[in-house]
């Protein structure tokens, strides 16, 4: 894919990941945040299910918020991409990029979009997982909080 077209379709894919990494990590800052004042006034700590509860969540916080950036350094990635005229050279850019971070070696050759964005994806299904898992943690230490 070159031209236009790739342009537009990396930066509406970088612009949807950026969003995705946002949101979720402003919910799970807002709600620990709030979460540990609701407990502490409720006593939740004071059952070990809460407490238990309230541990998982703060792991799975942590997930979700590693995730997030992930996302976000990855849709800078892609916004890079997309300053390029054609996949070959973005590819390259990126590539040669990672490898000066030392975050990668250069790789033979340079991933097609397609298999980058398909990385990308399981990263995000990764993300939504964790971001599950966080809700329901969260929902579990309230329900066995007492009353």
Do not use: C
């Amino acid at each position: 894919m070159t031209g236009n077209a790739y342009q537009e379709s990396t930066d509406r894919f970088a612009r949807m990941l950026m969003r995705q990494a946002a949101w979720p990590a402003a919910v799970v800052v807002a709600a620990n945040v709030l979460a540990p004042l609701a407990a502490s006034a409720r006593g939740a700590f004071e059952t070990l299910p809460a407490a238990l509860a309230l541990s998982l969540t703060a792991v799975s916080a942590v997930a979700v918020l590693a995730l997030s950036a992930l996302l976000a350094f990855d849709a800078l990635l892609f916004r890079l991409m997309a300053s390029h005229d054609d996949e070959a050279s973005a590819g390259a850019a990126v590539d040669g990029m990672l490898a000066r971070m030392r975050l990668k070696p250069l790789p033979s050759s340079t991933r097609s979009l397609d298999e980058r964005m398909a990385g990308t994806r399981r990263l995000l299904t990764r993300q939504r997982i964790a971001f599950g898992l966080f809700v329901v943690m969260l929902l579990a230490a309230g329900f066995w909080a007492p009353r």
